[in-house]
Each structure stands twice: as structure tokens, then as C-alpha cells.
């Protein structure tokens, strides 16, 4: 009993910790284009986008065998954004 007590405090604290965190202060525009040109993909890391992408595989299973071409198949599970 006292285990769960302690541990219910601790998440209690925890949690409130949580909740009262600050937000981090705004990007002014000048640093807002300095963080993106750090993210933001180089032209040639985004090879990929001029692939002519098939999303239906038999349509890509009957084009690739007309044209004497393998597949690749790009195949996730789960929600796109990682979130269940």
C-alpha cells in the first residue's frame, strides 16, 4: 500500500511538472528561415519526389512487367506519422 502511494505521488509531481512547463518562446523570422534552412531537405536528398510513384500494385505489377522493370515496393505499417 505504501509502495502505491509513493508511486502515485511521484506521478503526481511528474505530471505536474508536466502541465506547468513553459512554452518556448517564439521564432522571430529571421531565425525561423535560419531553422529551416537547417531541416529543410537539400535538392538532391529529394530524389524520390521525381519518381513516378505507383499506388496501386497490380497497375504497378502490370506496367513494370510491359516494360521489363522490377518493383520496389514501399511498404509501411501503422499510421504514417508514427502515431498509434
Do not use: Y
Not at 503526481?12 to 531553422?35: H, I, K, M, Q, Y
Amino acid at each position: 500500500m505504501r509502495r502505491t502511494r509513493s508511486a502515485a505521488l511521484v506521478g503526481a509531481f511528474w505530471l505536474a511538472g508536466c502541465l506547468t512547463a513553459s512554452a518556448a518562446a517564439p521564432l522571430n523570422p529571421a531565425e525561423f528561415d535560419r531553422v529551416r534552412g537547417l531541416i529543410k531537405p537539400a535538392a538532391a536528398e529529394a530524389g524520390w519526389e521525381r519518381v513516378p510513384w505507383q499506388t496501386s500494385l497490380w497497375e504497378a505489377r502490370r506496367k513494370a512487367a510491359a516494360e521489363g522493370k522490377p518493383i520496389l515496393l514501399w511498404e509501411m505499417d501503422g499510421h504514417p506519422l508514427g502515431c498509434t
